[in-house]
């Protein structure tokens, strides 16, 4: 499970560089800037919520809650660092968007994985299996 100095925040504080270099990180991408890509802004601005897992000083895992304004919020971006996966930090991320997204008044929580991912969604994180589908734009 997560270490004991791990905390998870609703709505915590996060820099962009930290984030960026976490995404990069998590999804095998190139890092981008601010200048490109502003998370703090674009959380802010969009976002019901987001949780930020710290280590420590150490950003170990983020994630980001959108919603639709009314009932349904739905997952995004869920990272944890390299060195601190399997060790409850995803877990402990989803839990915290869950009972944030409860608080603010969401009846339904949604959340999009790839086939690999379904034991972590669905077991360990309690989703119940449905049907979905996906449309590239680009």
Do not use: K, Q
Not at 41 to 46: A, K, Q, S, T, V
Request: proline share 2%; aromatic share 10%.
């Amino acid at each position: 499970m997560a270490g004991d100095d791990v905390t998870f925040t609703w709505r915590g504080d996060f820099t962009n560089p930290e984030v960026h270099a976490l995404h990069a990180e998590a999804f095998e991408t190139r890092l981008y800037d601010a200048s490109e890509w502003d998370w703090v802004e674009l959380c802010h601005r969009h976002s019901l919520g987001w949780v930020v897992a710290r280590d420590g000083e150490r950003l170990v895992g983020f994630l980001n809650v959108l919603w639709d304004g009314l009932v349904h919020a739905y997952l995004e971006d869920v990272m944890v660092a390299a060195d601190a996966r399997h060790t409850g930090i995803g877990v402990g991320l989803v839990h915290a968007a869950r009972d944030g997204a409860r608080e603010a008044g969401c009846d339904l929580l949604h959340v999009s994985f790839e086939e690999r991912h379904a034991p972590f969604y669905l077991e360990a994180c309690g989703f119940a299996p449905m049907a979905a589908g996906l449309m590239e734009l680009r």
